[in-house]
Structure formats: C-alpha cells, structure tokens
C-alpha cells in the first residue's frame, strides 16, 4: 500500500472562519501567529491551493523555528507548487538535520544527476529511507545514478525483474530494456520489452511507446504500426496512440521516452505520481512530478500529468499554464490540448473551449477526440441536439468501429434518449453492446429504459441482473433492478433489491420513490408514504414533484391488469 505523507492534523479553527473561506482565513492570518497562518495553511490545503498552502506554512515555520512537522510541510509544498529554488533551500535544513524526509534527499540527489556529479547523487539516493511511496522505485533510481557513473553492469542487476507479487517489477524490466538500449544493446532490449508485452491485455504507455520506437528504428515499421493498432483497439490513451501512428506514418524515427539518465529518473518518478493521482493522493503526486518536471523541463507528459493534477484539485488556471508548457512537437500535444479545451470549460470560458475544439477537428480531420470531448461538454450542459451532431460526425470519421468506441454510442444514444428521440437511441444501445457485451452501464441504461416504457420486461430483467453481477455496489444499477421487478409485478423481489439500491444511494430521490412505490403493492402504507416524503425532501426533478405529491395524498392506483 502506498502511504501519503503525513499532514499534521489540525487542532482547533472557529466555525466563523470556516464558514467565511478562504478570504476570511486571511484575514484571520494577518497576525504573527503561527497557528494562525497554519489554520489558513490548512484551509488552502483542503482546496488545493498548494502554492497559499506553502506561503502560509512557510509563515508558520518562521514563527515557529524548532517545528520539525511544520518545515516539513513546507517543504514539500513548495516542491508541489513548483519553488524548486526555494524548496532546495528547505531540503538542505532537513538532511542536515535528519529530519526524514525522502523527498529532500530525492531533490538534492537530483541536482547534482544534473550537474553530471553521479556519485554523489548516488550518495544521496543511499540514504532513502525504504518506506513510503519513494521505496517502489528507489532501486530505479539507484541504477540510473549508477549508470551516470558508468557502471552500467551493475546497475542492469539493480533493474532485474522480480516476482509476480512484485507491484514495480515490470517498471524494472522497462528500465532494464531502456538501459540495454542506451548501450547500443537495442536487439536486446526490443526483446525483452517484446516479452512483456506478450499477451498482456493491458501495457503501461511508456513500455509500448519504448517498444515501437525500437521496432522503427530497426526498420521494423509496419510491426509498429500493427502493434499500436492493437492496443488502441484494446483501449489504449487514444490521443498519444494516435498521434504516434500519425507520425510515423509519415517517415518520422521512433519516439523514445528514454533517452538519458536524467529523463530516466523522471520517467520513473512521473509514473509514480501518476499511481498516486489515481488513488486521489493529489499533492504528494504533484510533488513528484515536479520533480520530474526539474529533471526533464521539456518532457510533454510530465506538464500533461501536472496539468490533470491540478485540474482534479480544481486549480484551473494552473492546469492550463501546465498544458501550455506541453512543447509542439511533442506526441502529447493533441492530447494537452484537448484537456486544455476541458479547463477552459471548467472555469467557465464556454465559447474559447467550443472555439478550440473545433479548430483542432477542421485541423485533424482524421481525429474523432475533439468532437467526442465537444459533444460530451454539450450533453452535460443538456444540448442535446449539439451533442448529438458532435457524436454523429465523430462517428462518420470512425470508419469501422472498435471495441472502445461502445463509449461513443453510449453517449450518443443518451443525448437522443434525452431527445426524445428513442428508436435511434435503441439502436446506438444495442450497438454499444455488440462491441463490449458485458458493459454494465450499457445493460443499466438500455435495460431500465424498456423497463420504464414497459417493453422487453424479461430481456430487461436479464441485462439488469448481468449488471448488477458486475458492479453490485451501484445503487442506480441495483435500482434498475428492483424497478424491472416491480414493472413485471413481483414487488416483493422489488421492495428487496430497491431496500439495497436505497443502502447504497440513499441520497437519489427516484430511488426512494421507487421504494416507496413498491412498500405500497405489498401493503407497507405508512413505509410508502416515508419513502415519497423523503424523496420530496431530495429535491426530485420538477416533472416529478407532482406525481410524489398525488401518491402521498391518493396512494397508487391499482396495477393495470395487463401488465400482471
């Protein structure tokens, strides 16, 4: 398991401040108290202002000299903001007094990898500590440095594979692959990588890139190509996949992440801070990747993955400023674009992110990702018949659709379900399903929709009990469920899926007024009347407000015959 590092917990804050944000934070921060500008430290924290978070740590620290948590704190928030100068100064106080933190080490080993002074960053890398998240790719590192200082021997033994149980044993063999390349062992290293692709249904990005760059640069170009086929059509990151096929198509070499011991280091801590962006470990993985970002300044997926981070703390503005350090010719430029086009949504500016989305569709009209992204911003802001044009023409680029492109149909069979517009929405469900059978938001939303007009009642049900097989834990999903139920007139198979679709969402107020409906069929009066109560008091859509309000005054009519 991968541990964060610690924040200090907070002790004490008024429910005024707290109420009142950050401005009045600031205010309250004003004084020289340093646990004053901690609370405001705290408080930026928790919005992901790392850069106020430094500042104000930074203030508290000064107050409070011999605070070891607290310079800690600092430090690495100034790391996360991107003070590598200041941070630096920070990293020196903390291993001179073996304060702990392996991220201190890490910077100062780094600095001098990049004067070319291997030995000692090799030195300092000796010293890490071996726990946290740093101890996974620890001996990566170790082995670059070695290399740096030419003993490339034993550092190809620091990079041997592991056991299965091993989670960085294949970040080593990449390595591993990577170093035999940069010492004129390419045959070598396209084997090995070859060995690990093989019959993996899903391949680290880096690998495969490494991989079909040495398979060019062998004059190997058409098993390239087939090969990023391949994995696009297993669901590959479909912007950089495709940018890569572009290019060589084209006649250019192959693209190697790896090309020194310095972008080596930062491959390796990028791919860290990717991990831990997915398991919402947002500063300490921003942390990381400016590091990466130190090491390797012109690295176009170092600035796309600080760009994402930041866009999950909410940070738009300087997720932006990252996408744009994104070089042009880098193979991950399209793709920070279109992330790009995403913030300038997220913060509001509409018009710019439809005007570059469509810019970059006329400028590649081999592309389909603009539009996909265009008619998802349409769909969410209820632009149905946008939407719907988006996905269309996405759809006609296609060509012959593969299996990741179910998501395509999903989307689009949405915004015309939402159009009213059914016969095709149906269509574009059931062509979803053809590439990805087992999909269960595909089963849940074509399912509950014949539940909902009454139609297909028992092939309903069937999808609906294979996505509840595959995600049991999904109330809406559940909910479907228990609704096919009820509609086929088994209410108390519908009052017990509906009771557990409740326990997982309890906040949905359809879900509670689907339970409520079916507490009345098995005789449950006063549970109904709870159940509709409680989803008036949800905030139901408007259309809604009326029938609940009926029920809770008249009840439920009796079942139509018909229907069973």
Request: glycine share 8%; aromatic share 6%.
């Amino acid at each position: 398991m991968l541990v964060a590092f610690p924040i200090v917990a907070c002790t004490g804050g008024s429910p005024g401040w707290r109420e009142g944000g950050l401005a009045n934070a600031e205010e309250f921060g004003r004084g020289r108290s340093a646990a004053a500008a901690y609370l405001v430290a705290r408080h930026a924290l928790e919005l992901g202002q790392v850069e106020e978070a430094a500042r104000n740590f930074e203030r508290a620290a000064r107050a409070d000299p011999y605070n070891v948590e607290l310079r800690r704190q600092t430090f690495l928030l100034l790391l996360a903001s991107g003070e590598i100068g200041r941070a630096r100064e920070h990293a020196r106080s903390l291993v001179e007094f073996e304060a702990g933190v392996d991220e201190a080490r890490l910077l100062l080993a780094i600095d001098e990898a990049l004067a070319g002074r291997f030995q000692a960053a090799r030195e300092h890398l000796a010293r890490l500590s071996g726990r946290g998240p740093l101890a996974g790719i620890a001996p990566i590192l170790r082995a670059w440095a070695r290399a740096g200082t030419g003993d490339v021997e034993a550092a190809l033994d620091l990079l041997e594979r592991g056991g299965r149980d091993d989670p960085f044993a294949l970040l080593r063999a990449y390595h591993r692959a990577m170093l035999l390349a940069q010492t004129g062992r390419s045959e070598q290293a396209r084997g090995l990588l070859a060995s690990l692709v093989q019959g993996e249904a899903s391949v680290p990005m880096r690998l495969l890139l490494a991989l079909v760059g040495l398979e060019v640069r062998a004059g190997q170009r058409d098993r390239a190509l087939d090969r990023l086929i391949e994995h696009r059509k297993r669901g590959g990151e479909q912007a950089t996949l495709l940018e890569l096929e572009a290019r060589i198509r084209a006649g250019e070499d192959g693209w190697l992440p790896i090309q020194s011991p310095s972008e080596a280091m930062a491959d390796a801590l990028i791919g860290l801070a990717e991990l831990l962006r997915d398991q919402r470990v947002s500063v300490q993985a921003l942390a990381l990747a400016r590091l990466a970002a130190h090491l390797a300044p012109e690295a176009g997926d170092v600035w796309l993955a600080i760009g994402r981070i930041r866009r999950d703390q909410g940070q738009h503005e300087a997720a932006l400023a990252a996408f744009a350090r994104v070089p042009e010719h880098s193979i991950f430029h399209f793709a920070a674009q279109i992330a790009r086009a995403e913030s300038l949504k997220d913060l509001g500016r509409e018009d710019e992110a439809t005007q570059l989305l469509r810019s970059l569709a006329a400028l590649r009209p081999d592309r389909i990702e603009p539009l996909v992204t265009l008619g998802d911003m349409m769909r969410r802001e209820e632009r149905w018949a946008e939407a719907i044009q988006a996905y269309s023409e996405a759809i006609r680029r296609l060509g012959e659709p593969s299996r990741p492109h179910w998501r395509l149909f999903y989307a689009r069979g949405i915004a015309l379900e939402r159009a009213k517009r059914w016969p095709e929405a149906e269509q574009d469900f059931l062509r979803a399903l053809e590439l990805e059978p087992d999909q269960p938001f595909v089963l849940n939303y074509l399912g509950y929709s014949w539940v909902d007009q009454g139609v297909n009642l028992e092939r309903a049900k069937t999808m609906l009990h294979r996505a509840v097989e595959l995600r049991s834990q999904d109330g809406y999903i559940v909910d479907s469920l228990g609704w096919a139920y009820f509609k086929l007139g088994d209410y108390e198979k519908a009052v017990h899926y509906l009771e557990r679709a409740v326990e997982l969402e309890p906040g949905d107020p359809t879900i509670n007024d689907h339970l409520g409906d079916a507490y009345w069929r098995v005789g449950r009066f006063r549970e109904a009347r709870f159940q509709w109560q409680r989803a008036l008091g949800l905030q139901p859509e408007k259309d809604a407000i009326a029938a609940i309000t009926e029920k809770l005054e008249k009840g439920l009519p009796e079942p139509d015959a018909r229907r069973g």
